[in-house]
């Protein structure tokens, strides 16, 4: 009788979760879990690993070390998009194919995109910040210069699912919407401008790409005043892509009216962090895409991949080049 692959589910996913969502594979599989929720227990649990769904927090990352320490290890799932917890690198060079989860959160962090730029539009926050203070800030919320998101011109910088999506949204919504991507898409709802043109014409900045070595610090300061006056800037992407004290000089300077953001350079923000206390800036703590759809549609794309490697059909959503068809080892 061949024996069960081996499925280490590292947290932050619910023990119950995963087990239940292999229950139909039977004996064809043995689904384990870390002793211990820290590094040793990372370390210890390695070692009998067929296939890996990894910790998309970060809190047990899987770099080089951990790749070394799983000589049997042959595919890693990710359940998200980012792969910036994992050392793809190493396991790239160890033969093992990496697969995230695209697409599976791209309408809710579209449409969180699309509510915080109504809400910077129309400085929701700010107004409610005043309500419950016991203000009546009506008049003041005149002088803020409320807009009508039609009227706005929105530049979407990256292009992939959550990207489009937003385009999709804004444009529907009536705006003139355009964007910039490494390889333009002719069949593109928006238009396609270089990325310091795209900046110059818009009065809504939506930053929706992935963190890499070549996307790190692309919208810095330089960049930053390109935008219009009263540029408004909404970042679903990653901390780092655009500085967090990039945007607050640019909010200080008067060149950003207000930022939505929900991802930072250091997460969690830390508690002191100027943003915190900026009365322009709308924040989330990195849960644009936590969306109960979002979230049953994660869990169905880690399921039927791992089910796919098991069963000796080609997984989805391969990101390091590998074969797609899972060799046991």
């Not at 979760?17 to 929720?37: I, K, S, W, Y």
């Not at 909404?234 to 909010?251: E, K, M, S, T, W």
Request: charge should be negative.
């Amino acid at each position: 009788m061949t024996a069960p692959w081996r499925i280490l589910s590292l947290p932050p996913i619910a023990e119950d979760v995963v087990r239940h969502l292999f229950d139909p594979l039977g004996d064809a599989v043995e689904v384990t879990f870390p002793q211990t929720r820290d590094r040793d227990g990372l370390i210890g649990a390695l070692p009998d690993a067929d296939i890996v769904i990894a910790d998309f927090s970060g809190e047990l990352a899987l770099d080089a070390e951990a790749v070394r320490a799983a000589p049997r290890l042959a595919f890693v799932q990710m359940p998200a998009v980012g792969t910036d917890s994992i050392d793809v690198a190493a396991l790239t060079e160890a033969g093992v194919p990496v697969a995230n989860a695209a697409g599976f959160n791209a309408r809710g962090v579209a449409e969180w995109a699309v509510a915080a730029a109504f809400a910077l539009c129309r400085h929701l926050a700010w107004a409610d910040r005043g309500m419950r203070a016991g203000g009546w800030p009506q008049m003041d919320v005149v002088a803020r210069r409320p807009r009508e998101i039609h009227t706005q011109r929105v530049g979407v910088v990256g292009f992939g699912a959550i990207g489009a999506e937003a385009a999709r949204l804004f444009a529907a919504l009536g705006c003139s919407v355009s964007y910039w991507t490494r390889r333009p898409r002719p069949e593109a709802v928006a238009q396609y401008r270089e990325l310091d043109d795209l900046l110059a014409t818009s009065d809504i900045l939506v930053l929706a790409l992935p963190l890499t070595d070549e996307t790190r610090g692309l919208i810095g300061p330089e960049r930053l005043a390109l935008l219009p006056n009263d540029a408004l800037l909404v970042n679903v992407a990653r901390g780092g892509i655009v500085p967090d004290d990039a945007i607050l000089a640019a909010l200080d300077s008067g060149r950003l009216a207000g930022a939505a953001l929900d991802v930072f350079d250091e997460e969690p923000l830390p508690e002191d962090h100027p943003l915190r206390s900026h009365e322009n800036v709308l924040l989330s703590p990195h849960a644009a895409g936590t969306s109960i759809q979002s979230q049953l549609n994660l869990v169905s794309v880690v399921r039927d991949n791992v089910t796919a490697a098991v069963q000796g059909r080609d997984v989805k959503n391969v990101v390091n080049g590998m074969k797609p068809q899972v060799t046991r080892r």
